[in-house]
């Protein structure tokens, strides 16, 4: 192919490492022509990983956007900045990919799908799970009936704590581990569903003080939802920053005639003793010795390489994601986990009114 899609890369720390992978796998129809962090010791880190050479390095992100011939700005910036960065783009006629969640707040990701939409330019929001391998599979065994209806998902993401100052405050993130873990299972239980959830109701454990362990994080460090669709099904979706040893992905599915269980960080073909450790095992452990479960191609496993390719798929053709991928998804994605806030806030059950619940 002849095109090759002009990236500018926003943010150069772990989630612009995630998504470089993805790239660097995709040099077919990609190409980073420029990487933008305030901290360019990080854009010269990440590109020296990836071997990358030809590429312009920017310190201040508006420069940036309005400077570099690209097609699509890609954000991996702390969450307060999704929004300010893709209006920037849009202005400029770019499209935008944009990590998750796609804002900290709902007015403001309503703000971003609009102006995708006034610039006629697209919005992708980077779920990652709906390209997880294991999770493909387990959708296709559902569709081929081999466990029946599916009657109750059980979902959650977990581990000991974002890397990242930025999710200790609210202002810059919109919440604790439900919109930064949890948005996950959300996002890929309403894509499973196309967003026809009736019923929700939840718990957190309400941050700062009255947390588990993070007593200086203003968002949750638990939280629970229990959620129901127009088909009457239900699902249990659940995060929390308690979880030692490693990231934990897992998915839980009960059907009419089977079930199934998926285990997306732990899945590992290899499983290692060591006595002095290993250099990385899995996202999170805070050890590596004794027996562990080294992640053999995480990143693909996790989904972010098939990511990158559908979203430079998606750019040559000029044309929306998936499902689940695209930027209103990303919106109501947030809308139920603010949702969420209010029903464990309040101690109230929560009705879809788009649904007349
Ligand atoms: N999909 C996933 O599984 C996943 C995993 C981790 C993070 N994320 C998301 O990715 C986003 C970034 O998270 P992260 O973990 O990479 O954060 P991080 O804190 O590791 O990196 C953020 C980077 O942004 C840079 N930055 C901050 N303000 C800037 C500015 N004004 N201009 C230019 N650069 C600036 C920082 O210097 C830093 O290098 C978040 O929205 C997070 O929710 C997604």
Redesign the pocket.
């Known amino acids: 192919m002849d095109k090759k899609v002009k990236v500018l890369l ?9 998504h470089m992978d993805g790239y660097s796998r995709c040099t077919d129809i990609a190409e980073i022509v420029a990487i ?4 360019l010791s ?1 854009v010269d880190s990440l590109a020296e990983r990836y071997g990358l050479k030809n590429f312009k390095a920017y ?3 508006k420069k940036a956007i309005d400077e570099v011939d690209c097609d699509v700005v890609d ?5 307060f ?2 929004h300010d ?1 893709a209006i920037e783009a849009f202005k400029k006629g770019r499209h935008v990919i ?4 796609l804002a900290t707040t709902v007015e403001d990701a309503e703000e971003m799908v609009e102006a995708a939409r006034k610039a006629g330019k697209k919005l992708y929001y ?3 799970w709906l390209f997880a391998p294991a999770l493909c599979k387990a959708l296709s065994i559902i569709e081929e009936g081999a466990i029946g209806k599916p009657l109750f998902i059980r979902a959650r993401e977990c581990h000991s704590g ?6 200790q405050t609210i202002k810059y ?1 919109g919440g604790g581990c439900m919109v ?1 873990l949890g948005i ?1 299972p959300v996002g890929f239980m309403l894509a499973l569903k196309q967003g026809r959830w009736t019923e929700l109701v939840a718990m957190t454990s309400g941050g700062l003080e009255n947390n588990f362990l993070h007593k200086g994080m203003e968002g949750e460090d638990w939280s629970a939802c229990i959620i129901k669709f127009d088909d009457e099904t239900s699902a249990l979706l659940e995060a929390n920053y308690i979880t030692k040893g490693g990231m934990e992905d897992v998915i839980d599915i009960y059907g009419t005639e089977g079930c199934m269980h998926i285990d997306l960080t732990f899945s590992s073909a290899i499983k290692c003793y060591s006595i002095p450790g290993l250099s990385y095992t899995v996202e999170k452990a805070e050890i590596t010795t004794g027996w562990s479960k080294p992640a053999v191609d995480e990143k693909f496993n ?1 989904g ?1 390489v098939s990511e990158i390719r559908h979203f430079m798929e998606c750019c040559l053709k000029n044309e929306d994601a998936k499902i689940g991928l695209r930027g209103v998804d990303g919106l109501e994605a947030l809308k139920v986990i603010n949702l969420i806030y209010k029903s464990a806030k309040e101690g109230i059950k929560i009705k879809n009114e788009n649904l007349g619940g």
């Open positions: 926003i943010g150069a720390a772990f989630s612009a490492d995630l933008c962090d305030k901290d990080r310190d201040d992100y954000i991996c910036l702390p969450n900045l999704h960065v944009s990590e998750k969640p980077a779920e990652d974002s890397h990242s100052p930025y999710a993130c930064h996950h996790l972010y």
